[in-house]
């Protein structure tokens, strides 16, 4: 009796160890998926849209990279060199399996954040983005969901050799008013192209 008990103990522990190890395994071949936001406002419809294509995504690392970066200076960057800040985000990037970059709308433009990040990886050595399956978005106040904003940003990321994964474009129009209090996007028609994007950066990884 004692012996069947002990037997049935230890298989019990077997499968414990056995899901232990497979939960362990899975959160260690997650891919990480890298989010870069134009938008540096803590209250940003940016980081929002980010946050909802990082859920659409699936299972994933989700790193949010900090573009709070000094300005684009020649003297700084020969003088100094490579800032650190800029050397981390390199560093993400290259860890990264895939990209989601939202920026927000300025006067028709990409914000200078965004610009400003893009000019820096630029400069980085190794082409950290070359070949990086990339999905761009614009999230905006005005009608056309920073729709200006997003071609320039296809302009812009193109030179650096990013995977553009394209599809059909996520311009999210008075932005401010598809999220709710806790952050979370409400548009169903958005939530439902962020998931075939979504869908089509994982499939590209
Ligand atoms: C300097 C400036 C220029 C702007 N220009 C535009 C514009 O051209 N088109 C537009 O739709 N919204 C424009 N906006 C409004 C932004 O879309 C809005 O502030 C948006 O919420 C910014 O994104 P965020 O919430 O991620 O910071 C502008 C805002 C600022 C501060």
Same mark, same amino acid.
């Given at each position: 009796?004692? /012996? *069947?008990?002990?037997?049935?103990?230890?298989?019990?522990?077997?499968?414990?160890?056995?899901?232990?190890?497979?939960?362990?395994?899975?959160?260690?071949?997650?891919?990480? *998926?890298?989010? *870069?936001?134009?938008?540096?406002?803590?209250?940003?419809?940016? $980081?929002?849209?980010?946050?909802?294509?990082?859920?659409?995504?699936?299972?994933?690392?989700?790193?949010?990279?900090?573009?709070?970066?000094?300005?684009?200076?020649?003297?700084?960057?020969?003088?100094?060199?490579?800032?650190?800040?800029?050397?981390?985000?390199?560093?993400?990037?290259?860890?990264?399996?895939?990209?989601?970059?939202?920026?927000?709308?300025?006067?028709?433009?990409?914000?200078? %954040?965004?610009?400003?990040?893009?000019?820096?990886?630029? $400069?980085?050595?190794?082409? %950290?983005?070359?070949?990086?399956?990339?999905?761009?978005?614009?999230? /905006? /106040?005005?009608?056309?969901?920073?729709?200006?904003?997003?071609?320039?940003?296809?302009?812009?990321?193109?030179?650096?050799? /990013?995977?553009?994964?394209?599809?059909?474009?996520?311009?999210?129009?008075?932005?401010?008013?598809?999220?709710?209090?806790?952050?979370?996007?409400?548009?169903?028609?958005?939530?439902?192209?962020?998931?075939? $994007?979504?869908?089509?950066?994982?499939?590209?990884?």
């Amino acid at each position: 009796m004692c /012996a *069947l008990l002990q037997v049935a103990l230890e298989n019990i522990r077997a499968q414990i160890i056995v899901r232990t190890t497979q939960r362990m395994n899975t959160a260690m071949t997650q891919p990480t *998926l890298l989010t *870069l936001s134009g938008s540096l406002r803590h209250d940003s419809v940016n $980081r929002k849209l980010l946050r909802a294509a990082a859920q659409a995504f699936g299972p994933a690392n989700v790193v949010e990279a900090d573009l709070n970066l000094p300005l684009f200076n020649g003297d700084l960057e020969s003088d100094q060199g490579i800032p650190d800040a800029v050397r981390t985000l390199g560093d993400q990037i290259k860890a990264a399996d895939a990209l989601v970059i939202s920026s927000p709308e300025y006067n028709k433009g990409i914000s200078g %954040v965004m610009k400003n990040a893009l000019d820096w990886i630029s $400069r980085l050595d190794g082409a %950290v983005m070359t070949g990086k399956p990339t999905v761009l978005m614009t999230a /905006a /106040a005005g009608r056309a969901g920073g729709e200006a904003a997003y071609y320039m940003l296809i302009h812009c990321v193109t030179p650096l050799g /990013a995977q553009i994964v394209n599809g059909p474009a996520v311009n999210v129009a008075g932005a401010a008013k598809e999220f709710d209090d806790s952050g979370a996007l409400t548009n169903e028609f958005i939530t439902s192209l962020l998931e075939k $994007r979504m869908q089509a950066l994982r499939a590209a990884i």
